[in-house]
């Protein structure tokens, strides 16, 4: 059986860093880690490629070859994933689909190309799929309310993947999160209760990247990777430091909550096993509005001294925001805009409140009869789902101004410099490699020479180099990341945006 693994194109967001990844010459900044992992699930006498549209395009020759097109997704890549699972249906491909785009009903319904939805965790949907086609009885629709046994979970196909077209290489540990926010879809979709990896699952993972020659950041993808501190204190990262030892140019990134200010011997032990860099829903500042969305880990404290504790300890901290909660007013987009000035957050991902079909915020927001339209699955275009208390246009008015204000170069490399100023980093194990000074390059004749960046890069690096040598590489890496943020946040600098779930 000869199997297509698919994942459609995605549009350029926040996330995609298109604009970044041309100056380092990669094509999209990670595989998509689920495939791969269904990928390893499959019967060992399949053969299976893997098509990501971000990389390169699905051919005739494809089509011919495939019995079988797995296709996956979440929902900013909803229009791709409509064409990919008709042109496989018409080229006579049987087509299964799972991923966050299927999860709901209403999303399955515009999918009549799809021959088999294989919904929820894959560890628990997929073998009783693949039963049931061999017996040739499979049904239309696969799915669990149960939660799968992370232990069994197989290591990423990491084979299927061309090593020269991606930014990064991730790692899933756990899923679930004890949380409850009410915008969020991580618990709806993968519960609340903390499952994880066995340490050695996740070695034997990192030993295959480095095998296969990976070197550089290793996200790990769980949605909060702090939620058991003492777990990650005890086992992982012990395990993480002994394995990093030797090992030049290996490092990782997590997503964390603001819980992690509070425990400086897990920030300590994240710095020394070699995490430079932490993503934090912070969404809001106003205790109201943090209380409205039962954000409780982010309630009760000082948060841009908590910022600072983390950033001086050695960690880069990105951060989520989000402007449209029932008790903003159009004042928040000034304090939002200090707020982040002041924290040194440069990579600063502010979106529109919006209400994924199945929280608890889209069912409190249907019984008020303010959901308006489909979602975009894009958190930071400028679209928003719902009717906000402000009214729309207020709302897509302050935030242009917003990201006009935070992504001009002035206020953005400002804002690096504070970071800088904070951030303690340890000295890195890593040696610089041809293709880096190539990206340094190319950066610097983008922005410097034809950019808008032409005084504040080069002074960033002076900067850098005089203050803070240490430094150097990540601040010639967040100019290229702000160079990015801004060509994707541009056009919505000023106007009103249409098209669909806009106004
Ligand atoms: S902490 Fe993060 S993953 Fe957990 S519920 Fe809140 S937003 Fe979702």
Request: one cysteine or more; hydrophobic letters at 40%.
């Amino acid at each position: 059986m000869n199997a297509l693994l698919i994942y459609p194109k995605s549009p350029e967001t926040f996330w995609s860093l298109t604009h970044a990844l041309r100056l380092i010459n990669r094509k999209a900044a990670s595989p998509p880690l689920g495939l791969l992992t269904v990928a390893a699930m499959l019967p060992s006498d399949w053969d299976l490629r893997l098509v990501d549209l971000n990389v390169r395009d699905m051919t005739d020759e494809d089509l011919a070859w495939a019995d079988y097109a797995l296709l996956s997704g979440m929902i900013v890549q909803r229009d791709s994933a409509l064409d990919v699972a008709a042109r496989c249906k018409s080229a006579g491909l049987t087509v299964v689909a799972g991923g966050p785009l299927f999860a709901s009903e209403d999303e399955r319904a515009r999918f009549g190309d799809v021959d088999h939805f294989v919904l929820n965790e894959a560890e628990l949907t997929l073998p009783p799929f693949l039963e049931d086609l061999e017996r040739g009885v499979s049904h239309r629709t696969y799915r669990t309310d149960q939660f799968a046994d992370l232990t069994t979970s197989p290591a990423p196909r990491w084979d299927l993947v061309d090593p020269h077209e991606y930014a990064s290489r991730g790692v899933q540990f756990s899923r679930g999160c004890p949380n409850n926010c009410e915008f969020c879809e991580v618990t709806q979709l993968l519960g609340h209760r903390w499952r994880r990896k066995a340490v050695s699952q996740v070695i034997a993972e990192l030993d295959t990247l480095y095998d296969l020659g990976w070197r550089g950041v290793v996200p790990f993808v769980d949605d909060n990777f702090n939620a058991r501190g003492e777990y990650l204190r005890r086992e992982l990262l012990p395990a993480l430091i002994e394995w990093r030892e030797g090992k030049r140019g290996m490092g990782f990134s997590a997503q964390v909550t603001m819980e992690l200010a509070d425990d400086t011997e897990l920030i300590e032990l994240m710095v020394r096993a070699g995490f430079g860099t932490v993503f934090i829903g912070i969404e809001t500042m106003d205790e109201v509005n943090l209380a409205e969305c039962h954000k409780r880990q982010n309630r009760h404290r000082d948060l841009l001294s908590d910022i600072k504790r983390i950033q001086r300890a050695g960690l880069q901290v990105q951060a989520g925001f989000i402007v449209g909660f029932d008790n903003d007013t159009p004042s928040v987009f000034q304090r939002m805009t200090e707020f982040i000035q002041k924290s040194g957050i440069a990579t600063a991902m502010v979106g529109l409140l919006q209400a994924p079909v199945g929280t608890a915020l889209y069912k409190r927001l249907n019984r008020e009869g303010r959901i308006r339209v489909d979602l975009s699955g894009d958190n930071s275009d400028g679209s928003t789902n719902i009717v906000p208390r402000m009214g729309l246009e207020s709302l897509q008015a302050g935030y242009g101004n917003l990201l006009r204000d935070l992504y001009a170069p002035k206020n953005y490399y400002r804002r690096v410099r504070t970071f800088l100023r904070e951030y303690r980093p340890r000295r890195a194990n890593t040696r610089i490699t041809p293709s880096q000074i190539l990206a340094v390059i190319r950066s610097f004749y983008h922005l410097s020479v034809v950019g808008r960046e032409r005084w504040e890069y080069p002074g960033l690096l002076f900067w850098t180099l005089f203050r803070r040598p240490r430094a150097l590489p990540v601040a010639v890496v967040l100019a290229i990341y702000g160079y990015h943020y801004r060509m994707c946040f541009e056009p919505l600098f000023s106007a009103r945006v249409s098209g669909p779930g806009r106004a």
